[in-house]
DNA sequence: AAAAAACATTAACCTATGGTAAGGGTAGGC
DNA sequence: GCCTACCCTTACCATAGGTTAATGTTTTTT
């Protein structure tokens, strides 16, 4: 059950069996079905989760109605709403299941205490979002500098195993494009090809 | 000379006396004059920096030659470049000063073992990379959902006291479009109102 | 102070992508 | 097993923003 997570964080950190017990201890699990929500923006919403098993999707909706997936949360990916989750405020973000899901969740006052007993955690969580920080600042500055297809390309160069699990609305929306755009890029490459 | 990084800290963490100067110490100072590299991509840039006085940008040249400003970095916010300094390898982004500058440094190696001495500063930046991340999300979904003109005026609205110091240039630059735009949508604004 | 370089504005034209609509395919609910 | 709803594709037109170029202005360099 706590094999995914685990080997997650020892990436980062060593812990000792009595800190693994006191982490397992405060995790709570969930199961999602596909299309359910794990958090509807507007709602406070405090856990930090970790995917094991199963995908996730969030996204908001812009001003003219439209979907906009601004990421994906697969198997071994932290999801959740940061926003929410540090302010208490209502949520930012939609986040909800594309497949069947198991998510391993920690509440937010837990996880505050944990962070006051393992310091460790502290630094598990730092260096978790510097890894994040990287990813987004490329995805902002391809999102300036790249066309639609460009980003399309690097996106499948970037997660190829996951393409098959993704519709084509959803691919697109992650672009930042239509999914008639999209529908045309794959076209212009298949004749090119 | 340090009192701004240490009120920038203090948001966050309480130092004791000891840990104050233990953390002043390894503190490297640094002046830029207007336009002077701090970092220039593909060479390795081994510190984090907080800027004490002055304005920074981090931009990247994209394919077709053109400056993208991935972010400015002004009094009171931390730079550098996240992948260099996590990973030993060639930056990804230039960094320069867009107004004299005076920074405050610190070394990887000083700040790994000041993690190690003062978990703390495990705790200082997670909680300021939680900031950045929130910070972040809410550039992707915008540069996605918004218009030029939308965005530019979410700009001026998010940071009024910094656009008197930025050129058209660097703002359209941010903003993800050309100088040219950004000139056109002040016209138009101007006959609006 | 002069020369050179970079910046801002405007205009005319171009292109990538969005909007809309219609047809056929596919999957999930009853 | 049918119906409904959603998905993908294609086509045609609309438009925001890019490109190029010309002009005047400001800033930097010498």
């Known amino acids: 059950m706590y094999d995914l997570i685990l080997k997650n964080i020892a ?14 201890s405060i995790i709570k699990t969930r199961t999602l079905r596909k299309r359910q929500y794990l958090v509807q923006a507007g709602d406070v919403f405090r856990y930090e989760c970790f995917v094991n098993k199963g995908a ?48 391993l969740m920690i509440e937010k006052n837990n996880l505050e205490q944990l962070y006051i007993d393992i310091p460790k955690f502290d630094r598990f969580f730092r260096i978790l979002l510097q ?13 300036m500098s790249l066309s639609a297809e460009q980003r399309y390309i690097d996106f499948l160069n970037r997660y190829p195993q996951f393409e098959q699990r993704l519709t084509l609305r959803q691919i697109a929306s992650y672009l930042g494009i239509t999914p008639e755009s999209l529908s045309r890029i794959r076209r212009q490459r298949m004749s090119k090809n």
């Open 11 to 24: 990436r980062f950190i060593q812990l000792t069996p009595d800190e693994t017990d006191r982490f397992t």
């Open 56 to 103: 996730l999707r969030i996204y908001h909706i812009d001003n003219n109605g439209q979907e906009r997936i601004v990421n994906f949360a697969f198997e071994g990916w932290w999801t959740g709403d940061m926003y929410s989750f540090l302010s208490g405020q209502p949520a930012l973000y939609n986040v909800d299941a594309l497949e069947d899901c198991e998510l």
């Open 131 to 143: 890894n994040a920080y990287i990813a987004m600042q490329r995805r902002i500055s391809d999102g």
